[in-house]
């Protein structure tokens, strides 16, 4: 039989699991509010909080440190960099190199501001690899026009580190990865004449890891982040992005 005493602490027991609940809920809240953004090849960036650009991919060189590429023309080194993916986070990293023949940049990303990821969208990089080469169709993922794909024309200018294609590119579209399949073979650098009518250019991703390499510095020994099981079920169900044409 319940006594008075036994009945007035039911409310109490009950207020004090509601607010543990609610204690619960609201540090689960902010914990998933301050998970670092999920980065990637494809991702948008903005350096010095003025250029909006796009990353090639990340990963870790040979001293593991979290690194990343762009294009060179996107900043000079000591440029930081903020992620569209987490706008609010203020920088994530900083440029640390720039090379100006090749027209790429290293970004070290600060420990612990992105959570690096193979998978942005639809496009996945697991590899690295050698140029592609006429008529393959490669596929990119860009800042201001997504994900077009087109036909490789291969090096059109006497330009061995260089790959021309089909390929709709436009302002902030720079550095968007050029993969075929999972397989990375270059970024976006320029177009000639008019966006996504011309053709557009990029350095091959061989040409910028040997050069990373032969620098033996920040970048050198550049692997691509690995996928994660969850990742790779996702490449195994839908294949990624088409590297075919539609049919």
Known sequence: MRTPTDIRTLPALCAAATISAVATAVCAATATAEQPPAVGGGSGIVIDRQFGCTLTTVGYDAADRLVGLTAGHCGEPGAEVLTDAAPNRGTVGRIVHTNHELDYAVIEFAPGAIRPSARVGALTILDTGAAASFPTVVCKKGRTTGTTCGITWGDLAGRPA??????CVLEGDSGAPVVVGTRLV??????????????????????????????????????????????????????????TPPG
Do not use: K
């Open 162 to 167: 260089d790959t021309w294609t089909q390929l």
């Open 186 to 243: 270059g970024m976006v650098n320029a177009y000639l004449g008019i966006g996504c009518f011309g053709p557009e250019v990029g350095t091959d991703i061989d040409a910028i890891t040997a050069d990373l390499n032969a620098r033996a510095d920040v970048g050198a020994g550049f692997r691509p982040v690995a996928a994660d099981e969850h990742e790779v079920r996702r490449v195994t169900d839908d294949g990624g992005i088409r590297s």
